[in-house]
C-alpha cells in the first residue's frame, strides 16, 4: 500500500462496517419491539461515528503525505473535501428543511456547522435538523485545521497534532472535571464547542495511524498479523455489543476499539495486501450516501407501516422497509449527488483559468 494507491480495500470494507453499526443502531429500536435481542446487537452502534472520525484522520494522511505545496495544496485539499461534504449534507438537509422561519433559521445554522445548542450534552451539543449532520461539524472542522495546517508544507502533520492537541488539552487541564474527555461541556459557544472536544482527538489517532501503516513501521509475520486482526476484531465485537468499560462516543472503549481494529487491519494490507468482503467494499463506496440517507428511509417507513399496520412484526416491518427505502434512496443519492455533483462542482472550481490572449 502506497499513496499513489486509488482505493484502499480495507478502508473502504471499514467505511461500510461503520456505515452498518450507525443505522442499525438508529433503526433498533423498531426492530426490538418485535425482536429485544436488537437492543444488545446494535446498542451500541454508534461506536460506527468513531470509526468514522479514525478513518477520517487516516485518510487526511493518505492524500496529503506528499502534498508539500503551501497555499495550493491547502487550495485544493478544501475544495475537495468540501465539495464532499457540503453540496450531499445541504441537499439532504432540504427534504426536511421545514415550513416556518424557525424551522428554516435552524436549517440555515446547520448549513454552517453549528452545533444546535452548545448548552446540551457533549459531544453532540445538540442537534442539527438532520440529526447525524452532528457528526460532521467535526468533520467540517478537522479538515480546516488540516487545509490551514497545509500552509507549513513538510511540518504540516506536527503542526496539526500540536494543534488540535492543544486545543482540546489546555480546557482539560485548567478546568476540575471528572467526566470522559468527549462528555465536559466547558460552555464553549460555537465552533469554540467543538474543537475543545476530545472527540478531536480520534482524527489524530487516525492520523497515527496511517502514519505507521502506510509507512511500514511496524513489521510482523503473516500468522501475528492474521492474530492481531481477529484478536482486536473480536474485541471490537466485545465493546460493540456493550460489554466494554466507558462507552460511548469518544470515551475509552469506543476509541480504543477503534483504534486497535484499524491498525491491524490496514497494517496488515500495507505488507501483505487484503481483500474484504464484497458486500463490504460496496457498502463502503456508499457509506456517505448510506449516512444521509437512512434517517429519511427510517422516517418514511415509520409513516407508511404506522398507517396500514398495526399489528403483529409492525416492529420488524418498518425495519425492513427501511432498510429497503434507505438502499433505494442511497443508490439515487450516490449516483447523482454524491458523484456527479460533487465531481462537476469539482471539476468546475479546480478548472485551470483561461487566459485571454491579445488578437
Given at each position: 500500500?502506497?499513496?499513489?494507491?486509488?482505493?484502499?480495500?480495507?478502508?473502504?470494507?471499514?467505511?461500510?462496517?461503520?456505515?452498518?453499526?450507525?443505522?442499525?443502531?438508529?433503526?433498533?429500536?423498531?426492530?426490538?419491539?418485535?425482536?429485544?435481542?436488537?437492543n444488545?446487537?446494535?446498542?451500541?452502534?454508534?461506536?460506527?461515528?468513531?470509526?468514522?472520525?479514525?478513518?477520517?484522520?487516516?485518510?487526511?494522511?493518505?492524500?496529503?503525505a506528499?502534498?508539500?505545496?503551501?497555499?495550493?495544496?491547502?487550495?485544493?485539499?478544501?475544495?475537495?473535501?468540501?465539495?464532499?461534504?457540503?453540496?450531499?449534507?445541504?441537499?439532504?438537509?432540504?427534504?426536511?428543511?421545514?415550513?416556518?422561519?424557525?424551522?428554516?433559521?435552524?436549517?440555515?445554522?446547520?448549513?454552517?456547522?453549528?452545533?444546535?445548542?452548545?448548552?446540551?450534552?457533549?459531544?453532540?451539543?445538540?442537534?442539527?435538523?438532520?440529526?447525524?449532520?452532528?457528526?460532521?461539524?467535526?468533520?467540517?472542522?478537522?479538515?480546516?485545521?488540516?487545509?490551514?495546517?497545509?500552509?507549513?508544507?513538510?511540518?504540516?502533520?506536527?503542526?496539526?497534532?500540536?494543534?488540535v492537541?492543544?486545543?482540546?488539552?489546555?480546557?482539560?487541564?485548567?478546568?476540575?472535571?471528572?467526566?470522559?474527555?468527549?462528555?465536559?461541556?466547558?460552555?464553549?459557544?460555537?465552533?469554540?464547542?467543538?474543537?475543545?472536544?476530545?472527540?478531536?482527538?480520534?482524527?489524530?489517532?487516525?492520523?497515527?495511524?496511517?502514519?505507521?501503516a502506510?509507512?511500514?513501521?511496524?513489521?510482523?509475520?503473516?500468522?501475528?498479523?492474521?492474530?492481531a486482526?481477529?484478536?482486536?476484531?473480536?474485541?471490537f465485537?466485545?465493546?460493540?455489543?456493550?460489554?466494554?468499560?466507558?462507552?460511548?462516543?469518544?470515551?475509552?472503549?469506543?476509541?480504543?476499539?477503534?483504534?486497535?481494529?484499524?491498525?491491524?487491519?490496514?497494517t496488515?494490507?500495507?505488507?501483505?495486501?487484503?481483500?474484504?468482503?464484497?458486500?463490504?467494499?460496496?457498502?463502503?463506496?456508499?457509506?456517505?450516501?448510506?449516512?444521509?440517507?437512512?434517517p429519511?428511509?427510517?422516517?418514511?417507513?415509520r409513516?407508511?407501516?404506522?398507517?396500514?399496520?398495526?399489528?403483529?412484526?409492525?416492529?420488524?416491518?418498518?425495519?425492513?422497509?427501511?432498510?429497503?427505502?434507505?438502499?433505494?434512496?442511497?443508490?439515487?443519492?450516490?449516483?447523482?449527488?454524491?458523484?456527479?455533483?460533487?465531481?462537476?462542482?469539482?471539476?468546475?472550481?479546480?478548472?485551470?483559468?483561461?487566459?485571454?490572449?491579445?488578437?
Amino acid at each position: 500500500m502506497n499513496c499513489n494507491q486509488n482505493k484502499l480495500n480495507s478502508i473502504q470494507a471499514l467505511r461500510g462496517l461503520a456505515a452498518m453499526l450507525v443505522v442499525m443502531f438508529h433503526f433498533r429500536t423498531d426492530l426490538a419491539l418485535n425482536l429485544p435481542l436488537a437492543n444488545r446487537l446494535f446498542g451500541n452502534g454508534a461506536i460506527g461515528v468513531d470509526l468514522f472520525f479514525m478513518i477520517s484522520g487516516f485518510i487526511a494522511y493518505y492524500v496529503t503525505a506528499n502534498e508539500n505545496n503551501g497555499i495550493h495544496s491547502s487550495r485544493i485539499f478544501i475544495i475537495k473535501r468540501l465539495c464532499r461534504i457540503v453540496p450531499p449534507y445541504v441537499i439532504a438537509t432540504l427534504f426536511i428543511a421545514g415550513n416556518s422561519w424557525d424551522k428554516w433559521s435552524f436549517t440555515l445554522r446547520s448549513f454552517l456547522f453549528l452545533p444546535g445548542d452548545t448548552t446540551q450534552t457533549a459531544p453532540y451539543f445538540g442537534y442539527p435538523r438532520l440529526f447525524v449532520g452532528w457528526s460532521l461539524n467535526y468533520e467540517f472542522l478537522f479538515y480546516t485545521i488540516c487545509a490551514l495546517s497545509l500552509l507549513f508544507r513538510k511540518s504540516k502533520f506536527i503542526v496539526l497534532t500540536i494543534l488540535v492537541t492543544s486545543l482540546v488539552a489546555f480546557p482539560f487541564f485548567t478546568n476540575d472535571h471528572r467526566e470522559a474527555i468527549s462528555s465536559i461541556n466547558y460552555g464553549y459557544h460555537g465552533y469554540l464547542a467543538l474543537i475543545t472536544n476530545g472527540m478531536m482527538l480520534e482524527f489524530l489517532a487516525g492520523l497515527l495511524i496511517a502514519y505507521l501503516a502506510i509507512g511500514k513501521k511496524i513489521t510482523f509475520s503473516r500468522n501475528t498479523g492474521r492474530l492481531a486482526i481477529i484478536s482486536s476484531a473480536i474485541y471490537f465485537v466485545y465493546v460493540t455489543l456493550g460489554f466494554g468499560n466507558d462507552l460511548g462516543n469518544g470515551h475509552y472503549s469506543y476509541a480504543s476499539a477503534c483504534f486497535f481494529l484499524l491498525m491491524s487491519v490496514t497494517t496488515y494490507e500495507s505488507h501483505f495486501g487484503i481483500k474484504p468482503l464484497r458486500f463490504l467494499t460496496s457498502v463502503g463506496t456508499v457509506s456517505f450516501s448510506v449516512y444521509l440517507m437512512h434517517p429519511h428511509g427510517l422516517s418514511l417507513a415509520r409513516k407508511i407501516i404506522s398507517r396500514h399496520w398495526q399489528g403483529h412484526f409492525a416492529g420488524l416491518n418498518t425495519t425492513m422497509a427501511a432498510l429497503s427505502l434507505t438502499a433505494l434512496f442511497t443508490v439515487i443519492f450516490y449516483k447523482y449527488v454524491e458523484v456527479w455533483l460533487c465531481n462537476t462542482l469539482r471539476k468546475k472550481i479546480l478548472a485551470p483559468k483561461k487566459t485571454l490572449t491579445a488578437h
